[in-house]
């Protein structure tokens, strides 16, 4: 039995230069996006900041994947705070939509790692050079 490799075109990642001005812009869009009349309602919301988190991991895969959320909560902080500047109170229903986009989008890439560890994928104690050969 003979197997045939398709070969699937990728997209080239960024570089990592571009990362900082792409997640200023990434997150420009979706602040500014939550802003809108569009994105008061709960389903719009959640979808919103899940596209976002999902673009911010697919179009930068070299970064931890534990800064994405982080930096995906400091837009949800702002999302929230910028109406306060008009005269509007926080919505504890927008918070919560916009928290659970966050993590509809990051879960499965944690939860896959917890069962790479299950199934024993472990690195060592230290990844760094003089940490592994005990310089």
Not at 9 to 27: D, E, I, Q, T, V
Not at 67 to 86: G, K, N
Not at 88 to 117: E, K, Y
Request: aromatic share 10%; proline share 9%.
């Amino acid at each position: 039995m003979s197997v045939q490799l398709v070969h699937i075109p990728a997209l080239w990642p960024l570089k990592r230069p571009f990362y900082m001005p792409l997640a200023f812009m990434l997150g420009a869009v979706v602040l500014g996006l939550s802003l809108t009349p569009f994105a008061q309602a709960f389903l719009p919301r959640v979808l919103l900041f899940y596209a976002g988190t999902s673009a911010a991991y697919s179009l930068m895969p070299f970064v931890r994947r534990g800064d994405i959320p982080l930096v995906a909560a400091w837009v949800v902080l702002l999302s929230e705070l910028a109406p306060c500047f008009a005269g509007h109170l926080m919505s504890p229903a927008n918070v919560l939509a916009d928290a659970l986009g966050v993590l509809m989008a990051a879960a499965p890439i944690f939860i896959a790692r917890q069962r790479q560890v299950l199934q024993g994928d472990v690195r060592p104690g230290g990844r760094r050079a003089s940490e592994i050969s005990g310089v």
